[in-house]
Nanobody, 119 residues
């Protein structure tokens, strides 16, 4: 069992930056690919970023490419999402998730952290 706790959300002006953190409990964190997703009010959940278990491979949703960077520190059981050049359309609840080999939909999820970007 892995528990995930996101932090770092908040209110920021357009063009600003935030760094989200996702702290994981459990000794198996380093075995899992990790992902970030977001969901805005009235919209479906959207894939944001993914990082492989060793951190060697990263993938991004088209809407965040070139602005967001995902990273992880397995020694600290933490995955990060650095968000730069934020836009009002980035406003959403951001979730981290762990893929235990069955896809994210059947993995472990955090409770989410709110990011609000003002124009």
């Amino acid at each position: 069992q892995v528990q995930l706790v996101e932090s770092g959300g908040g209110l920021v002006q357009a063009g600003g930056s935030l760094r989200l953190s996702c702290a994981a409990s459990g000794r198996t964190f380093s075995r899992y690919d990790m992902g970030w997703f977001r969901q805005a009010p009235g919209k479906e959940r959207e894939f944001v970023a993914r990082i492989s278990w060793r951190g060697g491979s990263t993938y991004y949703g088209d809407s965040v490419k070139g602005r967001f960077t995902v990273s992880r520190d397995n020694a600290k059981n933490t995955v990060y999402l650095q968000m730069n050049s934020l836009k009002p359309e980035d406003t959403a609840v951001y979730y981290c998730a762990a893929d235990r080999g069955l896809g994210f939909s059947q993995g472990y999820w955090g409770q989410g952290t709110q990011v609000t970007v003002s124009s």
